[in-house]
Each structure stands twice: as C-alpha cells, then as structure tokens.
C-alpha cells in the first residue's frame, strides 16, 4: 500500500517538531562575527528561531507545524501550535529576526535554502484561519522576497550540489509564496531564471549521486523545480530529454535508495533526508505525467522503496530528527 499521511503520522511529525524548535541547544550557527558584540547566544541572535539546531530547520520545523494545524486543526497538538505561534511568532520577535538579516555580514545569510524555507513558512501562515502570524512573519518575508529579486539576476550559474546551497530547490519552494501572494514580478522571475539556468539541460546521467552528505538529488529536484515552474505543455517536452530513459529505470543511481550507515553523523544522516526528498519528488514527477504513461508506475514504485529507506528513522538521532520530518511531510502529500 502507498505511504499516505493520516491523522496519526501528522500528530507525530508535529509531536517531534514541537519537541525541538525550542530546544536552544546543540545549536550550529551559521553566523559571522563583525566584532566581540556578535558573539552571542542563538535566542539572543534569533528571537523566533533559535531551536532544532540551526535555524534553517527551525524554520522549516514551524513550517511542518503550519501545515498540521491547517490539515488537522482538530488534533492532538493543535492547541501547543497555536500557543507556540502565539508566544514566538510575534511582531517583536519577528523583528529581531529582520534585525539580524539587516547587517553587512548577513547578506547570504541561508542562501537559498533558508530563503526558500522562510518564503515557504509565509505561504503556509498566510493559508491558515487566523491572520496574525502571517501578518507578523510579513516583514521578514518580503527582505528575503526581495532578496530573491536582487541575486537571481546577479547569478550566472546554477549550483547544481545536493545539498543546502541547490538553487533548484530554492526556486521550486519560493514559486509557492509568490504565486500566493500575488507577486507576478516574483513568479516571472523565478520562471525565466529556472529557464535561463536549467531549460537547455538534456540527457542527464545524474553521475555523482548520492554524494555522501546529499539531502537533495540535484537531478530529481531540478525536474521538480521545472515541472512547478514551467507550463505542462513546455515541461512535459523538457522532462522527456532531461531523463529520457526513466521508463528503463534509468539513471540507475536515481532508484536505488541510499544506505545510512551511522545517523548520529550529521552528514551522513543527510541520506535519509535524500531518500525523502527524492520520494517527494519522484511522486510529483508521476502525478504530472498522463495516466497511461509507462513512467508513472515506475516513478510511484521508487518512491514507496525510498519512503521505506527512510520513514522509520525520523527519530534515531537528533541529528535527524531535528529536521527529517519536513521532508516526509512533503513527501507524504505529493
């Protein structure tokens, strides 16, 4: 039977998150010092998102979380939601968030990863019944819109890694803000860049994959960010020469799910992330194409392999659980 997301598994990813977006400590900043003063502490440095290690996943963390209550607001930690939201997700808070963002040595602060999540976790508030943590987030959405609107065009290259710098990933997640907002200028951008960088890519041989701390398949994730971005009439031709042998199982490397051999390593626990990514994807890669297609129930069946890699390890370490359960969550509703 496919992985669905029930009730249950919601009230579980929201359980673990809850358990770690306010856990301060271990934390891994990435923060540069300008002088003494900045040698701070990460609640000090991030009033709203100092927990689940480091900040990018704090934010995708309160995302999940987002998406429970919008899915479920009759659940077991519906109520611990909106307290949380209530307490943390504040205009003042959320201005020591854009404090921080505001300094020189900020300016590639969680580029594009962090941004690309920060837009997502505006997109979801801004979904839900009550407006006011969407409107109090607003203020740190539109710096990291705009800055979106003032590096892609800067950017000659795409960064094709599979890990936290992919500029795939960071289009594919910011289309869902700005088409929610209404930001037309923001969507033509993303689409022309998503174009400019990847439209003329074809036959790829996905070599190098899995790296050994990949959490994204730089091949899957920029199918996924053209096949978000693009027209179904230009993706379709696109997808045909960008993996023109998937009905083959071919590239091989793309349906084998990969080996985590030690999840107290930080890096290593990234492949469980990547086999999580990679179900996401290859699940909205199948429901894009007609149903009679041959590489539909082959896309669904490596997706079930790579969930069954994956799902029964959210909570082995902190080294994943701290963030592994984003990613199922967006794999389990493709």
């Given at each position: 039977?496919?992985?669905?997301?029930?009730?249950?598994?919601?009230?579980?990813?929201?359980?673990?998150?809850?358990?770690?977006v306010?856990?301060?400590?271990?934390?891994?900043?990435d923060?540069t010092?300008?002088?003494?003063e900045?040698?701070?502490?990460?609640?000090?440095?991030?009033?709203?998102?100092?927990?689940?290690?480091?900040?990018?996943s704090?934010?995708?963390?309160?995302?999940?979380?987002?998406?429970?209550?919008?899915r479920?607001?009759?659940?077991p930690?519906?109520?611990?939601?909106?307290a949380?939201?209530?307490?943390?997700?504040?205009?003042?808070r959320?201005?020591?968030?854009?404090?921080?963002?505001?300094?020189?040595?900020?300016?590639?602060?969680?580029?594009?990863?962090?941004?690309?999540?920060?837009?997502t976790?505006?997109?979801?508030?801004?979904?839900?019944p009550?407006?006011?943590?969407?409107?109090?987030?607003?203020?740190?959405?539109?710096?990291?819109?705009?800055?979106?609107?003032?590096?892609?065009?800067?950017?000659?290259?795409p960064?094709?890694?599979?890990?936290?710098?992919?500029t795939?990933?960071?289009?594919?997640?910011?289309?869902?803000?700005?088409?929610?907002?209404?930001?037309?200028?923001?969507?033509?951008?993303?689409?022309?860049?998503?174009?400019?960088?990847?439209?003329?890519?074809?036959?790829?041989?996905?070599?190098?994959?899995?790296?050994?701390?990949?959490?994204?398949?730089?091949?899957?994730?920029?199918?996924?960010?053209?096949?978000?971005?693009m027209?179904?009439?230009?993706?379709l031709?696109?997808?045909?020469?960008?993996?023109?042998?998937l009905a083959?199982?071919?590239?091989?490397?793309?349906?084998?799910?990969?080996?985590?051999?030690?999840?107290?390593d930080?890096?290593i626990?990234?492949?469980?992330?990547?086999?999580?990514s990679?179900?996401?994807c290859?699940?909205a890669?199948?429901?894009?194409?007609p149903?009679?297609?041959?590489?539909?129930?082959?896309?669904?069946?490596?997706?079930?392999?790579h969930?069954d890699?994956?799902l029964?390890?959210?909570?082995?370490?902190?080294?994943?659980?701290?963030?592994l359960?984003?990613?199922?969550?967006?794999?389990?509703e493709?």
């Amino acid at each position: 039977m496919p992985h669905i997301l029930t009730a249950d598994t919601a009230a579980r990813f929201a359980a673990l998150t809850l358990g770690h977006v306010t856990r301060e400590y271990p934390n891994k900043p990435d923060h540069t010092l300008a002088g003494p003063e900045d040698a701070r502490t990460p609640a000090a440095l991030h009033p709203v998102f100092y927990g689940s290690f480091d900040w990018h996943s704090c934010v995708h963390g309160y995302w999940l979380l987002a998406r429970v209550l919008r899915r479920f607001p009759e659940g077991p930690q519906a109520d611990a939601i909106r307290a949380l939201f209530d307490r943390q997700v504040t205009p003042e808070r959320v201005a020591g968030e854009c404090a921080y963002l505001a300094a020189p040595t900020a300016r590639g602060f969680k580029r594009p990863y962090g941004w690309a999540w920060a837009l997502t976790l505006a997109d979801e508030l801004g979904r839900l019944p009550e407006p006011r943590w969407a409107r109090a987030l607003a203020p740190l959405a539109e710096i990291v819109a705009q800055r979106f609107r003032e590096f892609l065009p800067l950017s000659p290259y795409p960064v094709r890694v599979g890990t936290h710098f992919n500029t795939a990933f960071g289009l594919r997640m910011a289309a869902d803000y700005a088409e929610g907002t209404g930001d037309a200028g923001l969507t033509g951008l993303l689409r022309a860049t998503a174009a400019r960088w990847y439209g003329p890519d074809a036959d790829c041989p996905a070599w190098g994959e899995p790296s050994g701390d990949d959490f994204l398949s730089s091949a899957l994730i920029e199918a996924e960010a053209l096949r978000r971005l693009m027209p179904a009439e230009d993706f379709l031709p696109w997808f045909d020469r960008f993996l023109p042998r998937l009905a083959e199982r071919q590239p091989e490397t793309l349906f084998r799910p990969a080996t985590v051999t030690d999840r107290s390593d930080g890096k290593i626990a990234h492949l469980d992330g990547l086999n999580l990514s990679r179900a996401w994807c290859l699940r909205a890669l199948a429901a894009a194409l007609p149903a009679a297609d041959a590489r539909v129930p082959v896309l669904r069946d490596a997706a079930e392999a790579h969930l069954d890699a994956a799902l029964p390890h959210l909570a082995d370490d902190y080294m994943g659980e701290h963030w592994l359960a984003s990613f199922a969550l967006l794999a389990l509703e493709a």
